[in-house]
Nanobody, 119 residues
């Protein structure tokens, strides 16, 4: 059973920073693409940042230059460093990972962590 556990969310003032973490545990044989999504109230879930196996991330236009995704393959953990936060970044942030389990690539989601940007 593969589990993703997120941490690091909270309340921050505009212009502040937060670092989210997502640890993958369980019987995953291999972890491929990892990503962060977010969902604001009344809106659809959207992709924020994606990282495949290396260090280069792919970002939504709304977060380019402010957010950085990274991963530690030895720890099966992905991070999202969020700087210069804006009120419109307020959302529940979800971690997603593709893992090779039982002979197939499967997609797993974390439970979400709330990020609130407000003064």
């Amino acid at each position: 059973q593969v589990q993703l556990v997120e941490s690091g969310g909270g309340l921050v003032q505009p212009g502040g920073s937060l670092r989210l973490s997502c640890a993958v545990s369980g019987s995953a044989f291999s972890i491929g693409t990892m990503a962060w999504y977010r969902q604001a109230p009344g809106k659809q879930r959207e992709s924020v940042a994606t990282i495949i196996s290396g260090s280069m991330g792919i970002y939504a236009d709304s977060v380019k230059g402010r957010f950085t995704i990274s991963r530690n393959n030895a720890l099966n953990t992905v991070y999202l460093q969020m700087n210069s936060l804006k009120p419109e970044d307020t959302a529940v942030y979800y971690c997603k990972a593709n893992s090779y389990v039982s002979g197939a690539w499967r997609t797993y989601w974390g439970q979400g962590t709330q990020v609130t940007v407000s003064s």
